[in-house]
């Protein structure tokens, strides 16, 4: 991989063996029970913002999937609501509301009429749902988009357009962000989101790109494809820094840790502090790592690579954790495997990050957020067979 001169590579930091220490769960974890739409039959959470609000996607009374959102704290807690489609119904899982500003708005991507194609969203109160556009347009089917995420001021929309859906085999993404100006419609002030094409200048060789979070800053995360490094491809974690003046965005990529082949960037917090994951080529041994700036520019870029469940980097086959999310108190939240070999809701602190803790919920996996409130939004099979959406209460 060739990488930007602009970033600058720092020596990894390893955690001693030694200091590292597995911290057991508590074996009943309090937690709050959101379950799924009513009429449906599952749901699974994508985001939540610092007002407790969590998004997520779940199946209708019909079995349509449909993006969701459901209150966690306050009056209307596990109150579900429908936000409903571009036009069209499906039952597969890339219909889904994916972030949630602190203002309320609403992003994720959902099918229009022709029941193909997939357009990135944003939902609020006073607009409802509405197509922020592809490549080609909010009318192309052509193209498909999807928004990622937003910022918490909701000034920014991260997402991807291409000519099919990311992760598919033969499909081309694209890098896209969404911007938002105030337009005068004859009546009053409205926004107006705008696409742009990101920068992926010396990084030719990736054949697909998502950008998966913003900060109020201005600083864009993700991870970008080479489907043909590799038996499997590689995946390599990306960032995106703002230019002086809101003249776009200059692309690099963080440095990979010695040892291992690929990496992404999940979460971003308005420290500039990126969760996200590394691992092996084959996948044999993968890791939560955060990314840490060293410069005031956020630039420069350091790491610290977190513990799995069953051990650190130093130990052998030790490996089997990912980091979805990070808030600004430094916890840092996801999934590992146990010694049993089981999937679990993980927290990390980067206060003690020599420290790893399962969060001790039932048939838990997934966890993929957790906000400044230190709520926690995760995935869980209560009933022993169907997802649902959990919150706990970081202490």
């Given at each position: 991989?060739?990488?930007?001169?602009?970033?600058?590579?720092?020596s990894?930091?390893f955690?001693?063996?030694?200091?590292?220490?597995?911290?057991?769960?508590?074996?009943?974890?309090?937690?709050?029970?959101?379950?799924?739409?009513?009429?449906?039959?599952?749901?699974?959470?994508?985001?939540i913002?610092?007002?407790?609000?969590?998004?997520?996607?779940?199946?209708?009374?019909?079995?349509?999937?449909?993006?969701?959102?459901?209150?966690?704290?306050?009056?209307?807690?596990?109150?579900?609501?429908?936000?409903?489609?571009?036009?069209?119904?499906?039952?597969?899982?890339?219909?889904?509301?994916?972030?949630?500003?602190?203002?309320?708005?609403?992003?994720g991507?959902?099918?229009?009429?022709?029941?193909?194609?997939?357009?990135?969203?944003?939902?609020?109160?006073?607009?409802?749902?509405?197509?922020?556009?592809?490549?080609?347009?909010?009318?192309?089917?052509?193209?498909?988009?999807?928004?990622?995420?937003?910022?918490?001021?909701?000034?920014?929309?991260t997402?991807?357009?291409?000519?099919?859906?990311?992760?598919?085999?033969?499909?081309?993404?694209?890098?896209?962000?969404?911007?938002?100006?105030?337009?005068w419609?004859?009546?009053?002030?409205?926004?107006?989101?705008?696409?742009?094409?990101?920068?992926?200048?010396?990084?030719?060789?990736?054949?697909?790109?998502?950008?998966?979070?913003?900060?109020?800053?201005g600083?864009?995360?993700?991870?970008?494809?080479?489907?043909?490094?590799?038996?499997?491809?590689?995946?390599?974690?990306?960032?995106?820094?703002?230019?002086?003046?809101?003249?776009?965005?200059?692309?690099?990529?963080?440095?990979?840790?010695?040892?291992?082949?690929?990496?992404?960037?999940?979460?971003?917090?308005?420290?500039?502090?990126?969760?996200?994951?590394?691992?092996?080529?084959?996948w044999?041994?993968?890791?939560?790592?955060?990314?840490?700036?060293?410069?005031?520019?956020?630039?420069?870029?350091?790491?610290?690579?977190?513990?799995?469940?069953?051990?650190?980097?130093?130990?052998?086959?030790?490996?089997?954790?990912?980091?979805?999310?990070?808030?600004?108190?430094?916890?840092?939240?996801?999934?590992?495997?146990?010694?049993?070999?089981?999937?679990?809701?993980?927290?990390?602190?980067?206060?003690?990050?020599?420290?790893?803790?399962?969060?001790?919920?039932?048939?838990?996996?997934?966890?993929?957020?957790?906000?400044?409130?230190?709520?926690?939004?995760?995935?869980?099979?209560?009933?022993?067979?169907?997802?649902?959406?959990?919150?706990?209460?970081?202490?």
């Amino acid at each position: 991989m060739k990488q930007l001169t602009g970033l600058i590579v720092i020596s990894l930091t390893f955690l001693a063996a030694a200091t590292w220490s597995q911290r057991p769960s508590a074996k009943n974890t309090p937690y709050t029970e959101l379950g799924h739409f009513k009429g449906g039959h599952w749901a699974e959470a994508c985001g939540i913002n610092d007002a407790g609000i969590v998004v997520g996607f779940g199946d209708n009374s019909k079995g349509y999937t449909r993006p969701l959102y459901v209150p966690s704290i306050g009056p209307n807690t596990g109150k579900w609501v429908d936000l409903g489609t571009l036009g069209g119904e499906r039952t597969d899982t890339e219909v889904m509301a994916m972030g949630v500003s602190d203002t309320g708005m609403i992003v994720g991507h959902t099918e229009i009429s022709d029941n193909t194609t997939i357009h990135a969203f944003a939902w609020t109160p006073d607009t409802g749902m509405f197509d922020i556009g592809a490549l080609g347009g909010s009318n192309s089917s052509s193209y498909y988009s999807a928004a990622s995420n937003t910022n918490h001021l909701g000034s920014l929309i991260t997402g991807w357009s291409g000519n099919g859906f990311f992760g598919h085999d033969g499909v081309t993404t694209t890098p896209v962000v969404w911007t938002a100006s105030p337009q005068w419609d004859g009546r009053k002030l409205v926004t107006v989101w705008t696409i742009q094409q990101l920068d992926t200048k010396e990084f030719e060789s990736e054949a697909q790109w998502a950008v998966e979070a913003a900060n109020d800053f201005g600083q864009l995360v993700g991870l970008s494809v080479n489907p043909n490094a590799g038996p499997y491809g590689l995946d390599f974690p990306m960032m995106w820094t703002p230019l002086p003046g809101g003249k776009g965005w200059r692309v690099s990529q963080l440095p990979i840790p010695a040892g291992f082949d690929q990496a992404g960037a999940s979460d971003i917090n308005e420290k500039g502090e990126i969760a996200g994951w590394v691992a092996l080529k084959d996948w044999s041994n993968w890791f939560p790592v955060v990314w840490k700036p060293t410069n005031v520019l956020r630039t420069a870029y350091t790491y610290v690579l977190l513990a799995s469940l069953t051990g650190t980097v130093q130990d052998e086959n030790s490996g089997g954790a990912e980091a979805w999310g990070i808030n600004d108190l430094g916890d840092v939240v996801g999934d590992s495997l146990d010694a049993n070999g089981n999937d679990v809701a993980t927290v990390w602190n980067l206060k003690t990050p020599n420290s790893v803790q399962s969060l001790g919920l039932p048939d838990a996996w997934n966890v993929v957020k957790v906000n400044d409130l230190r709520l926690v939004v995760a995935t869980s099979a209560l009933d022993g067979t169907n997802e649902n959406v959990v919150t706990v209460q970081l202490h």
